[in-house]
């Protein structure tokens, strides 16, 4: 078994800041890429961004302003925000791919959290 748990969103002005958190546990062998994806309203989920061993991207309508770290030490996704704008309002989730102690490839998603940002 494996759990996600979320924290760090919130409501925040237009050009503020906010970052996020998702840390993994559980029977985790290996974790191989870590993500962002978010859902507005009436919309699909998407990307935000990814980070795998050296490799990172990032939607274009975030790039400059996000940017996603990770310590693998902690099994822990960051996704530090800034120059928000009020179109970045969704629920955000994360979503890990890992192997389990039992070489099972599984895909986790996290909780979601509310970011909302004022005009």
Known sequence: QVQLVESGGGLVQAGGSLRLSCAASG???TINTMGWYRQAPGKQRELVASISGGSINYA????GRFTISRDNAKNTV???MGSLKPQDTAVYYCN????TVTMSRRDYWGQGTQVTVSS
């Open 60 to 63: 274009d309508s975030v790039k």
């Open 96 to 99: 890990v791919d890992l192997l």
């Open 78 to 80: 960051y996704l530090q």
């Open 27 to 29: 029977n985790i062998f």
